[in-house]
């Protein structure tokens, strides 16, 4: 595979597309420029480890199309939503003092750039742009000015709707049709539509509400045109990949199509539709709504989760253990595991500049991004590393490096060789607190202390007493 990438022929990549429900061969439009997108954050509060998902698996693709076709030949937009009511409602809470316009501005200043500080600490490269929504007003309005002309859209009671009835396979990406929709609809708040599928386009706004002046009177966008005016923008009506998670199928993605679409006069907006499954709590979803959420920044610098902090590097591996489309059901005992098998990795790894990571480890992600078996490849590397065969050991650091997984703080801190005899003395001080013999817990701690190793006690999931420990 490796002849292949030299002479410029890529190994096949097979994606599973949500658009034709199968798993097919990826053929970029123009192999010279490979177009991906992604939704981004809202941005009116921190970003919670569910949002951390797209971002590491999406990351992860745009590094394999990096080594796929070259880094110059990829571009990977995601957008920062920076115009949303819930900003506004955040903004006139947390600073009560000041102008909308300002207090928006901190809101989502403030916000963007604490995203910008996960997304890094969880090794995602930053994609090629990242634009923001406030900044493709304009490129809004054009779109919603074309689809009024093509009589795909409408003004009523103060408002731009789609229309969805003049698109006749509206509905192919979530397999939902206008029936459907038409029996789920609360006819009573929908009055003004032709139809209760047809969505906002354009919305006006009061006096103290964030707007633009528009053909339709002082006014803000609608939250699916954004994305359409965007990913025009950056990579054209017709591009390769959409990407973003399970819950933004229907309606956001739908609609995102159908403005696209009908504004262009295209048969397709992308040829590949991505999403990913869910990070889930105990079977439900973690979402910000139903408050069962945990902050990446609170993962990475609190003790909020499991009683310690936990490098990204060892949060991005725990996620991609499992296939971007399978659901995660998030726990204490997922990270533990992951920091473990990156700690093994990482002690049997060496770097020797300009090798390249391993073709079994790239031809497994080929394969609809297969971290499972791309990490038991990862596994037989650091067997052979492990057992003094130094060419492994210099393939097991380029392809974690390659995979975002070097992690830096992690690798200088474990790659020290461990003390022997920790684990057992930690066990015999665990057997003595559950004893209650204190004093004979505490000669321990001491003991272990005075060779440099703290102890951090914990509770787990199930309330049991756990302790870690790491070299002063
Ligand atoms: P939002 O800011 O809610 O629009 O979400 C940003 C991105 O995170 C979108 O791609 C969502 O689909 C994704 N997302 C939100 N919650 C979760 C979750 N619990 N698990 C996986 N992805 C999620
Ligand atoms: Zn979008």
Known sequence: MREDLSVGTPPVLRLTNTLTRTKEVF????????????????????????????????????????????????????????????????????????????????????????YGKDCAAL??????????????????????????????????????????????????????????????????????????????????????EPGWDSPWGRGRPGWHIECSAMSERYLGPVFDIHAGGLDLIFPHHENEIAQSRCAHGTPVMANYWLHNGFLQVEGQKMSKSLGNFVTIHELLETDRFGGRRWPGAVLRLAMLMTHYREPIDFSVKRLEEAEQKLKDWQRAASPQPGTPPDDSVVAELCDDLNFHRASVALDAIARKANRGTETAAHCLYATLDFLGLLGDDLLAKNTADAPSGVDAAVAERLAALNARDFAGA????????????????????TGARQTRWEMK
């Not at 939704?39 to 569910?50: K, L, Q, R, S, W």
């Not at 900003?87 to 200043?109: K, Q």
């Not at 009589?151 to 698109?167: I, K, P, R």
Request: glycine share 6%; aromatic share 8%.
């Open 27 to 114: 053929r970029p439009i123009d192999p010279a420029r490979v177009r991906v997108y992604a939704c981004g954050p809202t941005v009116y509060d921190f970003a919670h480890i569910g949002n951390a998902r797209p971002v590491i698996v999406f990351d992860l693709l745009f590094r394999l199309l990096r080594l796929l076709y070259g880094a110059d030949h990829v571009t990977y937009v995601r957008n920062i939503t920076d115009v949303d009511d819930k900003i506004n409602a955040r903004a006139v809470r947390d600073f009560p003092g000041l102008p909308l316009n300002e207090a928006i501005r901190r809101v989502t200043e403030t916000t963007a750039a604490q």
């Open 123 to 208: 090794g995602a490269l930053k994609p090629s742009v990242e634009p923001r929504a406030t900044e493709n007003i304009a490129e809004m309005q054009a779109i919603i000015s074309t689809l009024i002309e093509r009589h795909h859209a409408y003004a009523a009671s103060g408002e731009v709707l789609f229309d969805t009835a003049s698109m006749p396979d509206y509905g192919q990406l979530s397999g939902r049709n206008l029936e459907d929709n038409l029996a789920g609809a609360r006819i009573a708040v929908e009055a003004h539509k032709k139809n209760p599928a047809d969505f906002v386009l354009w919305k006006q706004s009061s006096p103290d």
């Open 442 to 461: 505490d000669r321990i701690r001491a003991e272990l202390l005075a060779r440099g190793i703290q102890l951090m006690d914990y509770k787990d999931e």
